[in-house]
DNA sequence: TAGATTGTTAATCGATTAACAATC
DNA sequence: TAGATTGTTAATCGATTAACAATC
């Protein structure tokens, strides 16, 4: 690790990478330069060697670069290898697509139980995972300390959600639920998945104008 | 209409403007300058004023902006006024989760169906939008003209599932495969939502380092 | 060794912020 | 009218791209 501010633009094509070379590597190939590299992601070799800079040295003179290696060390960057802990917090229909669709494991997470205020889902399990009463989380969270909470739940409560979360020591917040959400409290970090933003930006590229 | 050129950064701010007009509006408030909007959303007023000069002028000298106004402008701006038509193809979990939850309408988009291989969807309704055959895309598309295809089927089939839409017509692609589509043809514009790049852009700011 | 490709420094480009005349 | 705030031009800042010496 050497850069102490590297620039969210930079962490935002992080993961791009490592699924670029997830699949190199899945596909057999053991080396690859930055300029090739670049062609397939449709960026400049530049980009790709001085994102990698913010980092460290992971490449070769007159080689490139070994593809797994760099996997890895990417994987590593972006704590894939850490087994963060997560809960799903909110088990309506969204919050259990993503249990029964999403693989946690391969971002390198562990994903240990979800948690709803439903009498029907409380006792069940979604994809092998427990749902359990929202009033244990004060029981839960010290006992097990997940890093991540994914905040499925409605609107109306998803401020007070991620408070009494972040006060049982919750720090990451992965938010579906559209509201952005605050805290003053030092490194609790919330990142916003926006689906009606996104629709939005692709009504604007459809619009005829 | 002003610029030809808006930057994606622009694009992207719109929707957040536009959330942030829509609730003051809810609020019953009336006008707003610049640097109060600026100040609730944490951007610099500078910021605001350049990004709404790409399109006009929307403001009074020494009023600031009509909320209301503002908001309709930058909803038609958005196209949240042109009733695009949307269709789900594929009612997986993920799929219906999106039916069930996502209020299409509020973005301005009509769902018109879904779309799925399974028996036991087909037929069925899902949120009062029916689940038709896959193999009816062929005359249900050319019929409905739907403006965007939510894709929400699996990886594997994902790019050829979009070649077979955009052969039919569909223009705009809202991607939930995590697979990155491409097509030579003109006017084709995907939006990818990727769960994992986003979670792992979140692994990596609460990684200890 | 010669060719290829890195990591890094310098140049360019674009986006954000500041300043201010125009004007409601 | 005086104060406030816009739209726009200029200045600054940061990110991307190009160039190249170092070296595998």
Redesign the interface.
């Known amino acids: 690790?050497k850069k102490q501010n590297v620039s969210d633009a930079v962490?935002?094509r992080?993961?791009?990478y490592?699924?670029y070379l997830h699949d190199l590597h899945r596909k057999g190939i053991v080396r690859i330069s930055s300029s090739s590299l670049g062609e397939k992601m449709g960026i400049t070799a530049s980009q790709i060697r001085q994102d990698l800079s913010c980092f460290g040295e992971f490449g070769q003179q007159g080689y490139g670069y070994n593809v797994e290696e760099l996997r890895a060390e990417i994987g590593h960057?972006?704590?894939?290898d850490?087994q963060?802990r997560v809960i799903v917090v909110g088990a309506?229909?969204?919050g259990?697509?993503?249990i029964?669709?999403?693989?946690?494991h391969?971002?390198?997470?562990l994903l240990e139980a979800a948690f709803d205020v439903s009498p029907n889902l409380i006792g069940t399990e979604v994809g092998g995972v427990p749902v359990l009463n929202m009033t244990e989380l004060e029981r839960f969270i010290p006992e097990h300390r997940p890093?991540?909470a994914v905040l499925t739940v409605p609107q109306a409560v998803a401020q007070s959600t991620a408070n009494r979360l972040i006060d049982l020591g919750v720090?990451?917040?992965?938010n579906f639920t559209n509201v952005e959400l605050t805290s003053t409290v030092e490194n609790v970090?919330f990142?916003d998945?926006?689906?009606?933003?996104?629709?939005?930006?692709?009504?604007?590229?459809?619009?005829a104008?």
């Open positions: 690790m962490i935002r992080l993961p791009r490592y699924r960057i972006l704590g894939v850490r963060h309506g229909n969204l259990r697509a993503l029964n669709n999403f693989r946690f391969d971002s390198g997470f890093d991540v720090r990451g917040f992965w970090r990142e998945v926006h689906f009606a933003d996104s629709l939005l930006t692709l009504s604007y590229r459809i619009t104008r």
